[in-house]
């Protein structure tokens, strides 16, 4: 193969809007087909952006031996559930995050992955490979700050939809799961390592049952990392990473626009540098890395123990919330 064909499940507006045309403008992958439960919607997604073949069902494109892997946007009860189905009929899986709504399902996952060695499960943290995150990492690194001590991130919108599914505690909503988990996984990616204690608060909306604001702190050894995610709260994303020498301040670091550069404030002793990145689509990235692991049968680029130990962090805050106390993580 010179290219895989995807197949996308569900008409989830991430897709449509982000990760398909991400699909469409990569250099290894083509948006072979799409499917809905209702295959209307599966028609008009696909004369919008032109894919060839449409699927009355999510089982159907499952069938479809021209289809080499699958992305899933399904609601987040649904991550796991589709992606063992996608696995055991011979698919590759790039699912959106959070990979499930505890560990012990995202370990169900695994142990079915494992069944399937020459294929690839892994859950779309899209911001990890865009090149500002590579640098900044990368001065890191290369003791550029020092020390790392602290990570201060947030990242909130405002959503009061009575009929949008991160409002819905049985489809896995709530700010936490939905963006707190970026915080938690940018934290785990730059310390490159596992957090060793974690603190949480939450407050809990009293419609729709979800978090709409929760704040963290995550210790590892040598540092913290402290976060604020809301659901109700004014559009903002801003991310501090500060050192025993120095700092880098990332503007935009979760939704990268794909039309325009981006920019990250380098300080250290000899002053401030910034350090512009080129326009990219961090969505084609993120298809283009994961295909490239499958079409050079090469390790993908993170694996789905990445997505567990992202998933214990989130467990572990609720649990802070609930019994009011730091809790360790093994």
Known sequence: MEKINWGIISTAAIGLDSVIPGIIKSKNGVAKGIASRELDRAQSAADKLDIPKIYGSYEEILEDDEIDAIYIP?????HVEY???ALKAGKHVLSEKPIGLSVQEAQKLKTESEKHPDLKCMEAFMYRHHPQWQKTKH?????????????QSEFSYFNKDVNDIRNNPDYGGGALMDIGCYSISISRFLYDQ??????????????????SLTQGVLEFKGGKSTFTCGTQLFDHQRV???????????????????DQSTRIWYTSEEGTEEIYTKAVDQYTLQVEDFAEAILKSKEQPYSLDDAINNMKTIEAIVQSDAEDQWIELN
């Open 74 to 78: 399904l609601p987040n009860h649904l």
């Open 139 to 151: 001065i890191i690194q290369d003791g550029g700050i020092g020390e790392l001590e602290t990570i």
């Open 240 to 258: 501090i990473v500060l050192g025993t020498q120095g700092k880098i301040e990332i503007e935009i670091p979760f939704n990268a626009p794909i």
């Open 194 to 211: 596992e957090p060793t204690k974690v603190w949480g608060d939450q407050e809990i909306d009293p419609d729709f049952k979800v978090d």
């Open 83 to 85: 992606s063992i189905k």
